[in-house]
């Protein structure tokens, strides 16, 4: 009944909105950067004659507007760009194609690639863009510039640990990021235990996180989405570009296919800190590698039809001599085939396969044992862009997902393992419409159904209070449980003044797939795994309300948001649980639910020679799970109450830039024990509440700077130096107790600390 | 795990640093503790009741001494155990039986305290294997436990540890949840930041096969301290098979034990 009325509403809501479109002319085109011919996404497209009209370029750089007869003239704009100013007359649809050329005079670093009062005009919130450039300019361990790490420093998203690529956005948890890379879900975004992305940075366009508002079409996890964009490629002129770090090189090559139409790009990536340690001969039988590889080609077929490959590749390599060894990576394809219709309707059709592999393997007395895990996907997703008329962009489409999930398996001498690989089916489909209701209210509304098909193909158990109480065998082919739910996203911002805005919003996520973890840092050896008859889609509903002001001629944004998000089907695994080794990890699982609540603070400054931000986020975010800390509410130990971060990019002169970044978080929540008990002769701590303790608070000053050489002919080359803990502060890692050595009635804390003091230099290039 | 954040380091050229730290610790509850042992040694077997105290202090544990013990078998044997000073309670004439199920009951402080626990078939611990390995320059020695595993599936063990006839405290346990029916050739998990073994050291291994409860004890206290990236398990105090909120452990076990010089 309730769901119904939902439905209902939504339709009166689109129809009206349609109906609304009287007989009008279109110009839609491309808009793209000049010297490259990378089309530009998030581009402003205005009418300088008609206020309050205009449209943003899509992920394809493809806007439409449709108006009444007459003659207008169109104004684009994108941060870091040379505005232009172009007249249509308008008397029959007409295709404009735009290449905005770079503001070469430009002596600051552009920290936002939004335009400059989108916080006060659009409805999507909780929302930022990351400009890449200005990611390379912070300091980072190694001098590995890496778009995760400068999204940490956004409000709302917290590090999970110090050299840590896993996050965690709002109090959800680290699977709870749905990570994209051109559209691929990537299963685990980190290399070496998450010290290093995923992402090669010289192959990344932009990068949006969405904390929990995302539009309709996004889908399947709780708390976030990062979508991340690969360059498409210079379609004009062959370029090379590199670096050179401590750690690792690379190298990227980029160019036309056919001129000024279609391009190609690659971008590679290897460290090799393991061929130092082999020349000392202790390290000698030491492997230990990472590399990246991506590519991407574009072909266009006409001027209504473009064709997208796109793929990663990446693996880790660890291994020592022969005795034990491991492996893990992804690979991800997308196929893409963007259309334009009509000069209103905008199409992309997307296949996409997916791969992560996990192996392991130690060898001992000559036997051998071997542990793989890894999750397959197969993916199509068709996206319709409805330029319906000035006011109204209608988006909708649907997606379908074809999991294959091996959860971690022993093979080897003597083992007889009867793990079978399980299959899923991920559907949703959705529309949503981005409305200016008038030149003060912008709405974004939309809902996604989404529904998981469990596949038949292996047995599946139940349990109740983790006793086995049934089996299902499902032959392969047959459809078994599938949950659905309906997912309603809603924004609404409303401009109070001419530089400020009020925003409301409400969204609900839900996710098929679960990980499960024994470490908080994105390990490999973290598994997957898909609903099932005990597992039930998690759920997120979060409201939030914020209020953004811009002042001294946007130069300086504020933004604030405060958020409550409840979780519902939560999972944890229960004490003992071995999750690697247990025949069927659903036995050994405990559910529940969470909450998180919090208000995030965001003062950037955009313009002038130093530009920055300053982040703060007070928050709160617990657990409630049947059989843990007695069924009682207790903290989740990505709990932090106070998050800050500085940052300051200073351009000093047209040779140099000084950067700096300041962090401080409130530990995570953690037991420690509170008393102890001798246990046939061995001491024994024992523990009250769970994460009732903190670890002491983490701090760290990190600076950079970057000196661009003069350029010698076509070549530009870069020096950047780095010092990451600038004052050695030893912050927490992990703590341990111990027996003190001398008096072994006493027990220790010990402290490890990871970095202190790391150095870096790295030098780039490009011809 | 800790291996492989030790070759990272290794690999970066990095030291991680360990420090000492003051910490503010919650209040402590102090709790009963019970451990009780029988095995298919002769007997007398013994319980112990003491209690724990907060984890700053440096004095005894406090021990009791007014409980009424008693353990009966389901056979229908049943008897009260002597209590001896120190927290310690002796049995009189019950003889420990494999493939027999005990329970424990303790009454004290007004609550009652009961455990049950069955001594597993026994197992024939055939001997230690020493494999030394060089892992990134260093020589390290792995403990291999020799036995040959029953067809029959769910069996647990518990290695006790002694170097040079001190006790290592440390809980190793393997099962047969992988290799089912075969001669183990798993190494003990033992971490190797305190201890160090070392030619000429003599080491002593306690095998007990444990059933499934006491098994579980163990293993949740071993997967605490592997304490991997980011902290590992939320430590807890493990599942004890004693209701009524005492901690401890009540084991009905065999017990085998072998000896070697380290080579």
């Known amino acids: ?767 | 795990m800790k291996n492989i954040v030790r070759i990272i380091f290794i690999a970066l050229v990095l030291t991680s640093c360990e420090k000492v730290v003051e910490l503010k610790y919650k209040g402590n509850q102090s709790r009963i503790i019970i451990e009780g042992n029988i095995t298919n040694e002769a007997g007398p077997y013994f319980v112990r009741i003491t209690k724990s105290i907060s984890l700053p202090d440096t004095g005894t544990y406090p021990a009791i001494d007014n409980a009424i013990v008693t353990i009966s078998d389901d056979a229908g044997y049943n008897e009260i155990l002597t209590p001896q000073q120190n927290g310690m309670y002796r049995t009189n004439a019950l003889i420990g039986e494999e493939g027999r199920t005990y329970t424990l009951t303790v009454q004290v402080e007004n609550e009652v305290y009961t455990a049950q626990s069955t001594m597993p078939q026994h197992v024939t611990f055939d001997s230690i294997k020493v494999e030394q390995v060089l892992f990134a320059g260093d020589t390290e020695r792995n403990l291999i436990p020799v036995y040959k595993d029953p067809i029959t599936k769910g069996n647990n063990y518990r290695f006790v540890l002694s170097v040079n006839n001190k006790l290592i405290n440390q809980h190793l346990v393997l099962n047969d949840e992988v290799r089912n029916g075969n001669v183990n050739i798993l190494k003990l998990e033992i971490n190797d930041d305190d201890l160090k073994l070392k030619r000429g050291d003599e080491l002593s291994i306690k095998m007990q096969c444990i059933d499934k409860k006491v098994a579980l004890f163990y293993t949740t206290l071993a997967l605490m301290a592997d304490n991997g990236p980011g902290g590992g398990t939320a430590p807890n105090n493990p599942p004890s098979n004693i209701s009524n909120g005492a901690l401890g452990i009540f084991s009905a076990h065999t017990v085998d034990m072998k000896s070697v010089m380290i080579p």
Not at chain 1, 495 to 521: C, D, E, F, P, W
Not at chain 1, 712 to 741: A, C, D, M, Q
């Open chain 1, 1 to 767: 009944m309730h769901k119904k009325t939902l439905i209902i509403n939504f339709v009166l809501l689109f129809s009206t909105t349609l109906l609304l479109a009287q007989s009008k002319f279109t110009v839609s085109g491309t808009v793209k950067q000049k010297s490259s011919g990378e089309t530009l996404i998030g581009a402003s497209v205005a009418v300088v004659e008609k206020i309050n009209v205009g449209v943003v370029t899509n992920e394809y750089g493809f806007y439409s507007l449709s108006l009444p007869k007459g003659k207008y003239t169109l104004r684009i704009s994108y941060i870091g760009y040379k505005q232009e100013l172009i007249p249509v007359s308008l008397e029959s649809n007409v295709t404009v194609s735009i290449n905005l050329a770079n503001e070469t005079s430009m002596q600051e670093v552009v920290i936002s690639t939004k335009k400059d009062n989108d916080n006060l005009t659009k409805a999507t919130m909780g929302t930022e863009v990351l400009n890449m450039q200005m990611a390379a300019k912070l300091p980072v361990v190694f001098g590995e510039k890496d778009l995760v790490k400068t999204i940490q420093l956004m409000p709302g998203v917290k590090s999970n640990g110090e050299g840590s690529n896993g996050f965690s956005v709002r109090g959800g948890a680290t699977d709870q990021n749905l990570i994209l890379l051109d559209e691929a879900p990537v299963y685990n975004a980190s290399h070496m235990l998450g010290i290093f992305s995923t992402f090669n940075s010289d192959a990344i366009k932009d990068a949006t996180i969405i904390k929990g508002n995302s539009p309709a079409q996004f889908g399947g996890r709780l708390s976030s989405v990062l979508d991340v964009k690969m360059k498409e490629g210079n379609n004009k002129n062959y370029k090379v570009s590199g670096g050179l770090g401590l750690i690792s090189s690379r190298l990227t090559v980029e160019g036309p296919i056919q001129k000024e139409k279609s391009s190609f790009i690659i971008s590679g990536r290897r460290t090799y800190a393991d061929i130092f340690a082999r020349l000392s001969s202790d390290l000698k039988d030491i492997k230990l590698y990472f590399y990246d590889l991506n590519v991407k080609a574009n072909l266009a077929i006409n001027d209504k039809n473009k064709i997208f490959f796109s793929g990663y590749f990446g693996k880790d390599v660890l291994s020592v001599s022969s005795i034990f060894g491991s492996k893990w990576g992804n690979a991800t394809g997308t196929l893409r085939w963007n259309s334009v219709l009509s000069s209103k309707l905008f199409s992309n059709t997307s296949f996409i396969y997916s791969n992560y592999d996990f192996n392991v393997g130690f060898k001992s007395g000559g036997s051998e044992t071997n542990f793989n895990s890894h999750i397959k996907d197969l993916n199509l997703k068709q996206d319709f862009t409805l330029y319906a008329n000035a006011n109204n962009t209608v988006r909708f489409g649907f997606n379908v997902i074809h999991h294959t999930i091996t959860p971690t398996k022993a093979v080897g001498t003597d083992i007889v393992s009867n793990k079978e690989s399980r299959k899923g089916l991920e559907n949703a489909v959705y529309v949503s419409n981005s409305w200016k209701a008038s030149d003060k209210i912008n709405l974004d509304y939309g809902i996604r159904f989404s529904f998981y098909n469990v596949l038949g193909g292996d047995a599946y158990n139940i349990y109740k209070d983790n006793q086995l109480i049934h089996t299902i065998h499902l032959e392969k082919g047959k459809i078994g449980e599938t949950y659905s739910n309906w997912e309603p996203r809603l924004s609404v911002n409303y401009r109070v003044s001419n530089n400020a805005s009020i925003k409301i919003g409400y969204a609900r996520n839900t996710q098929n797939l679960h990980l499960m973890s024994n470490s908080t840092g994105g390990s490999p050896t973290d598994q997957w795994i898909g609903n099932s008859y005990n597992i039930k889609p998690e759920v997120a509903d979060q409201v939030s309300a914020g209020f953004s002001k811009n002042l001294n001629d946007n130069a300086f944004e504020l933004n604030t948001e405060a958020y409550y998000k409840t979780m519902q089907h939560q999972i944890d695994y229960r004490d003992g649980a071995d999750i690697n080794t247990v025949p069927d990890i659903e036995s050994e699982l405990l559910f529940g639910k969470g909450r998180s609540y919090g208000l995030e603070i965001l003062l950037k400054k955009k313009k002038g020679t130093l530009t920055g931000w300053v982040g703060y986020t007070i928050s709160k975010t617990e657990r409630k799970i049947n059989g843990i800390n007695n069924g009682q509410w207790y903290n989740a130990k990505q709990d932090r109450t106070h998050d800050l971060s500085i940052v300051g990019i200073y351009t000093l002169s047209s040779k140099w830039t000084l950067s700096g970044t300041f962090i401080y978080t409130t530990g995570n929540a953690v037991s420690f024990p509170t008393g102890k008990y001798v246990l046939n002769d061995m001491v024994i701590y024992q523990y009250a509440n769970r994460n009732a303790d903190r670890m002491p608070a983490t701090h760290r000053l990190d600076v950079s700077a970057t000196y661009d050489r003069p350029s010698k002919g076509k070549l530009h080359s870069s020096w950047s130096f780095g010092l990451y803990n600038v004052y050695g502060r030893r912050n927490p890692y992990s703590i341990t107790f111990k027996e003190n050595k001398s008096d072994p009635k006493k027990i220790d804390a010990v402290q490890t600390s990871l970095f202190q003091w790391v150095p870096s230099v790295s030098y780039n290039f490009n011809f």
